[in-house]
């Protein structure tokens, strides 16, 4: 099947016609505005005022393979080649998780946390950092704070270099397998704030999951064995109780139906915890500080 013309208003009825059954009417609606975005260099405005014109041969047959793609639950992410993440573009491919609003509401909060507290926040540590996302945010929120990301993957670093170079952040990656003290240990300094979105998936969930995580998010970035779904959070709460400044603040993203096992891993390492819900209400991410630093938040 293909999109029977090239008028800008039967392309988008297409995209909502061909698509309706496998994907919601709002969500139809903001792959239109994203694909004459990326592809027309669009807003939405534009595509509202062109609605009656045409478009050429070439550009057409994107928004066509554009829809195929769609039509095998291919992320819109991965279509268009990147993702917004706090107002910063990110480039991502099938070797980085693609971006969550989860995530970038949990940025959002920790940056305007510190910034309330008018906390120095000088060192930073984002481990797991997959397309780096999280580090360039908040490298960009806090111009002068040293930060470093981690991840175990080296195709994943070569897409978080990237994005940090063409957003002009200056973060110090490094290739290290988290779960392996051996391996955080070389990272020796004192952290003025421990961020972390670590694979918390587990592998019962599966089931559960939309075709368009399942198949293309990779899995390394996802997956936690049953038998052990914390054990990033028992790595990272152990390199933490060490590595935290004083006053220091650590906060991961959580799967939230493990919220009470993770704040009792959490507890067992010394912490004091917080939970804070995402934008469903569902408990996603976890702050949490020593004792004699201060109140989690
Ligand atoms: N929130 C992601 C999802 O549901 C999982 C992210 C992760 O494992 N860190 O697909």
């Avoid at 392309?11 to 994907?23: A, D, K, N, Q, V």
């Avoid at 062109?50 to 047959?61: E, G, V, Y």
Wanted: glycine share 4%.
């Amino acid at each position: 099947m293909h999109i029977p013309s090239n008028r800008v208003r039967d392309i988008e009825r297409y995209f909502h016609t061909e698509l309706s059954g496998r994907y919601p009417e709002g969500e139809l609606r903001m792959f239109v505005y994203m694909l004459f975005e990326a592809f027309l260099g669009w807003d939405k405005t534009q595509l509202l005022l062109h609605r009656d014109d045409t478009i050429n041969q070439s550009d057409l047959l994107r928004f066509h393979w554009a829809a195929e793609d769609l039509k095998q639950y291919r992320p819109i992410q991965h279509i268009i080649g990147y993702t917004d993440f706090c107002g910063f573009r990110i480039r991502v491919t099938p070797d980085v998780l693609v971006p969550r609003p989860e995530t970038e509401e949990i940025v959002a909060h920790v940056a305007n946390h510190l910034e309330h507290l008018q906390a120095n926040c000088t060192t930073i540590l984002d481990l797991c950092t997959g397309s780096g996302c999280i580090a360039i945010a908040l490298k960009n929120r806090f111009p002068t704070a040293d930060v470093t990301a981690v991840d175990i993957s080296p195709a994943a670093l070569a897409i978080a270099r990237d994005n940090a170079q063409t957003n002009h952040t200056d973060i110090h990656f490094m290739e290290m397998d988290v779960l392996k003290p051996t391996q955080l240990a070389a990272l020796t300094s004192s952290y003025d704030l421990i961020i972390s979105n670590p694979p918390y998936v587990m592998e019962s969930e599966r089931a559960n999951m939309q075709p368009n995580v399942l198949n293309y998010d990779p899995a390394l970035a996802l997956f936690v064995p049953d038998n052990d779904p914390l054990r990033f959070y028992r790595a990272i709460g152990r390199y933490a109780a060490t590595h935290l400044a004083p006053q220091g603040l650590l906060v991961l993203e959580i799967n939230q139906v493990l919220s009470a096992e993770t704040t009792q891993q959490l507890h067992t390492l010394g912490f004091d915890t917080r939970l804070h819900p995402d934008f469903q209400g569902n408990p996603r991410c976890i702050s949490a500080t020593l004792p004699a630093c201060g109140t989690a938040e």
